[in-house]
């Protein structure tokens, strides 16, 4: 992922909170997940809703999971500790950027947690956006109990499918932001897959990944993004995305005005050049531009 060195704890937290949000937004995509990269037989099911991710609590702390997800069939309605449940399963799915030693002692206690609340089977599912954080992960956890061991299903880069068909990333959004997240490094076509996507739902959803996804993407694929909402060849417009539309424009008529010089022998120093090139406002570059062909020298331009 593309960090800026300065802000790195920020940068991090952004990463983890913006991929719990995606599990969160569609949380059956967890269980497809689960199934498609590990061959998990879920028992059916014909809801997947999200549940407090509080699983319980022992002195002192509370114990917070980053989503837990409940897959519900209504024909499977029982009473649980006397309240009536359609739960058949739940997942805990968790984020994972590195180490973390508590979270060794945590999870055992996730899964049983909420196995005594659903009475029904638990998986734990963490997803690993750095390749280098996934062995650990993976590592068991034993509880001291024989054969009572904790071994996560855990989803690195390779897990996780890559959606190369906009229309598939239109009917899950969020497995296909995932996707390039995790892929477009090595396949910057998947930013073209996702604009054409997210063009087909939501526009404010569309334009609250696409900004998210700008700040994670690394130095190829974001380019490419920036390319791509520059140009505004998608419908959903925003305050965010008429600034990159507004920016590509500026640079375009600098270019141009450097070009027409050019092409009138007009020589433009480098004073000249960098104070037409680092110009952002549409209209003082438009001046220029029809000053450009006509004056007489370089310092003209700007009257």
């Known amino acids: 992922m593309f960090i800026a060195v300065g802000n790195l704890p920020v940068m991090l937290k952004i990463e983890h909170e913006f991929m719990t949000e995606l599990l969160q937004n569609d949380p059956g995509l967890v269980a497809e997940l689960a199934e498609l990269g590990f061959g998990v037989r879920l028992p059916p099911f014909a809801q997947a809703t999200l549940e407090s991710n509080r699983t319980g609590r022992i002195d002192p702390p509370e114990l917070t999971a980053d989503s837990v997800v409940l897959l519900r069939d209504p024909a499977k309605k029982r009473m649980v ?12 799915a968790e984020v994972q950027r590195g180490e973390d030693p508590g979270k060794r002692l945590s999870r055992p206690c996730y899964i049983a947690n909420l196995r005594h609340r659903i009475d029904a089977p638990v998986l734990l599912v963490v997803l690993c956006p750095r390749p ?5 992960a993976r590592r068991a956890i034993p509880t001291g109990h024989p054969g009572f061991t904790l071994e996560p299903l855990v989803l690195g880069p390779a897990e996780v499918p890559v959606v190369t068909d906009p229309e598939a990333l239109a009917e899950s959004p969020e497995l296909g932001v ?15 897959v996702m604009m054409e996507g997210l063009d087909k739902i939501d526009p404010s959803r569309a334009e609250i990944y696409t900004r998210l996804v700008m700040v ?20 959903f417009t925003t305050p965010f995305t008429e600034r990159y539309v507004e920016k590509g424009r500026a640079e375009g008529i600098a270019k141009m005005i450097l070009k027409v010089s050019d092409a ?34 370089a310092d003209e331009i700007f009257g």
């Open 178 to 192: 995932l996707s390039t997240l995790l892929h477009a490094d090595e396949d910057v076509d998947l930013v073209d």
């Open 264 to 297: 009138r022998g007009i020589a433009v120093g480098d004073e000249v050049r960098e104070r037409v090139l680092s110009c952002t406002d549409v209209e003082t570059l438009d001046t220029w531009g029809g000053r450009a062909a006509v004056v007489s020298s």
């Open 132 to 136: 280098s954080a996934a062995p650990w």
């Open 216 to 235: 994670l993407l690394e130095e190829a694929p974001r380019h490419r993004l920036e390319v791509i909402v520059a140009s505004a060849i998608y419908d």
């Open 81 to 92: 500790h006397g309240k009536p449940t359609d739960a058949v399963a739940g997942i805990i």
